[in-house]
């Protein structure tokens, strides 16, 4: 999943999956976002919580299905990604995205993440 793309709640993109941080069960702590581009700096890591971030396999700007009488939200895991035929992609076992709820100014904010 390095590599994948963190938008914050109103879709706007923070930046790209650049590492994870385990802990000592083997279990991922922190994930280490590449926010550069979007706060228009020079190359800035970020660690946060893996428990902070949502995985959607939803694309972003695509509505997301409901399972009964809960609302549409981004938060929600949804099935694998269908190809142009409808058929589940081969090897789709990854979320199209994350989701971190946080501002570009809170961003600007947290310290830098340096290994």
């Not at 970020?46 to 902070?52: D, E, I, N, Y």
């Not at 938060?75 to 589940?88: H, L, Q, R």
Request: avoid cysteine.
């Amino acid at each position: 999943m390095i590599g994948l793309t963190v938008y914050n709640v109103t879709n706007e993109k923070i930046g790209i999956i650049q590492d994870f941080i385990v802990d000592r069960n083997a279990g991922v702590d922190l994930v280490v976002i590449d926010v550069s581009g979007a706060l228009q700096m020079d190359e800035r890591n970020l660690a946060v919580g893996f428990k902070l971030l949502k995985w959607v396999n939803t694309p972003v700007g695509m509505p997301s299905r409901t399972n009964g009488s809960q609302p549409a939200t981004t938060w929600m895991i949804e099935p694998p990604k269908t190809d142009v035929a409808g058929a589940p992609r081969e090897g789709q076992w990854y979320p199209d995205h994350a989701v971190l709820a946080a501002t570009k100014s809170q961003l600007k904010n947290m310290r830098t993440f340096e290994y």
